[in-house]
């Protein structure tokens, strides 16, 4: 029997090339499927290929008690090649049932990717809709650097789910790398007496009937999977405007309330400051959630309102959370190594902030890095030199001191060849071109040059990609 094998084989693989040759010459779509991750160069299978998400609806019931969720997950995309399949990355959670355009869909796991195949291929260019339903218990991921995120449960009864890098798929299913940015609708449902705040605005808090209530909220500008957010918990709620006219809203753990007035206090003159210094505020609303104490051991920039892992302890991280809605959230960065362009800038805003504000110059600040003084920063003898901010030398080091510091040193080594004027001029014309994108190193110092007519060339190979320590 051994020797018809291949005549076995034959049959499928005609059948095959059949299929094919009918897709060549008109007939049914043949897709093929979309790639499992993006390549970032430290997370590669992070984000996925053949598509482009325009819209997240989730629908998130979380019972605090018992830390259970429920979720629908309705994605919109586009579809960027012919489709057979294609994935979303989740880790955990079970999944209950796919739909794709109302058809039930198969689908499979394997690790942290979802693999769906529509009952029908997707056509290039189709606007297409995936619901995902699914449920289980959300899990905190420990990152390479050993931080947590995902999902966290807040002392106190209550939970924050946060996502840089890559936590976001611990608690909803998606196209997790911020090259693939989208508008959000964010519903979370919980039982009475407990707040539930996410990006945006808030459209409705509704009583659901049985004992739960329903906020909605609504993120209409485009946003990076890892900044999206979801708390529930027990918090004060404070509203208000800024004088030009931004909504706040405010979500601050009650035993953090009185050491988080006077920070938070600052935001709309933060706002406000911010629009001079770096162009239009990105978003429709601005705001800031206080966790209780100790929820996290970073603060993070999460879109309109940032969360803080318990009161502020300076205004500066205030308005270095702040200052990533200009820088991260609208220009986002195009992988996980450009994260100089994320944290160097905020950095270097706390910088222009004390240099406005009563405190050391910019030019104080750059000094006291090479001198080591920590009298004017207490991060002054921190490693920053270790390596060049455009080249970590891997995914443990995105968020290390040399993408922070020596990322704002590099912007002030700019400013220092270019003058204040052509440096503002600069900055301003950053975060207009790329407002609600992406961009890179590459975009960033091609920009630089171009817009300020000097040749930065000394500037990028000492600071940005050299190695060793400048001087
Ligand atoms: N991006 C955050 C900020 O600068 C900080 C942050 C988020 C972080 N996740 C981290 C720092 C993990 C260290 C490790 O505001
Ligand atoms: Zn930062």
């Known amino acids: 029997m051994e020797h018809r094998a291949p005549y076995r084989l034959a049959v499928p693989a005609l059948a095959a090339l059949l299929a094919l040759t009918t897709a060549c010459t008109g007939g049914p779509v043949q897709g ?7 390549r970032d160069p430290f997370f590669p299978k992070a984000g996925n290929g053949g598509y482009d998400v325009d819209h997240y609806e989730l629908d998130l019931d979380y019972d605090p008690a ?9 994605i919109t995309a586009r579809a960027r090649q012919g489709l057979s399949s294609f994935n979303l990355d989740l880790s955990g959670l079970e999944v209950e049932g796919v739909t794709v355009q109302g058809a039930d869909a198969r689908y499979n796991r394997t690790g942290n990717e979802l693999t769906v195949r529509p009952a029908v291929d997707l056509k290039q260019g ?28 807040t002392p106190g009864g209550g939970a924050v789910g946060v996502g840089e890098p890559v936590g976001s798929m611990a608690w909803f299913p998606g196209n997790h790398h911020p090259s693939d940015k989208a508008a959000y609708d964010i519903t979370l449902t919980v039982p009475h007496g407990y707040e539930a705040v996410s990006n945006g605005e808030l459209r409705s808090r509704t009583d659901t009937g049985d004992g739960r209530t329903a906020f909605a909220w609504h993120n209409p500008e485009p946003m990076a999977s890892y900044l999206a957010t979801a708390v529930v918990g027990t918090y004060q709620v404070t509203t208000g405007r800024t004088p030009s006219g931004i909504p706040l809203y405010e979500a601050v753990a009650p035993a953090e309330a009185a050491a988080s007035a006077g920070k938070l206090a600052r935001l709309p003159e933060m706002l406000e400051w911010g629009g001079r210094r770096f162009g239009p505020y990105p978003f429709g609303t601005a705001g800031a959630i206080v966790l209780p104490a100790k929820s996290l051991t970073y603060a993070l920039e999460t879109q309109t309102k940032p969360v803080f892992p318990g009161a502020p302890g300076e205004e500066e991280l205030v308005l270095h959370e702040l200052a990533h809605q200009w820088f991260g959230n609208s220009v986002s960065p195009k992988s996980w190594k450009d994260m100089w362009l994320n944290e160097g800038f905020a950095t270097y805003a706390e910088w222009l ?45 995105i968020s290390a001191a040399p993408v922070y510091y020596r990322g704002a040193m590099v912007l002030h080594r700019i400013r220092q060849e270019v003058g204040d004027e052509k440096f503002f001029d600069l900055v301003r014309g950053w975060t207009a071109g790329h407002r609600h994108g992406n961009a890179d190193t590459a975009d960033f110092t091609a920009y630089a040059q171009e817009r300020t007519g000097h040749d930065l060339k000394g500037v990028w190979d000492v600071w940005l990609y050299g190695k060793g320590r400048p001087r």
């Open 32 to 38: 093929r499927p979309g790639a499992s991750g993006l």
């Open 66 to 74: 018992d830390g259970q969720l429920n979720g629908t997950a309705v």
């Open 126 to 153: 189709e606007v297409f809709r995936t619901e995902v339903d699914y449920a289980g218990k959300p899990k905190t991921l420990t990152d390479v650097d050993g931080s947590k995120e995902g999902w966290i449960s």
């Open 353 to 397: 902030w004390a240099e406005d504000h009563g405190g050391p110059t910019a030019q104080r600040h750059f000094q006291a890095f090479l001198d080591g003084d920590t009298a004017v920063d207490e991060a002054a003898d921190s490693d920053w030199a270790a390596f060049p901010p455009a080249s970590p030398p891997g995914p443990a080091h």
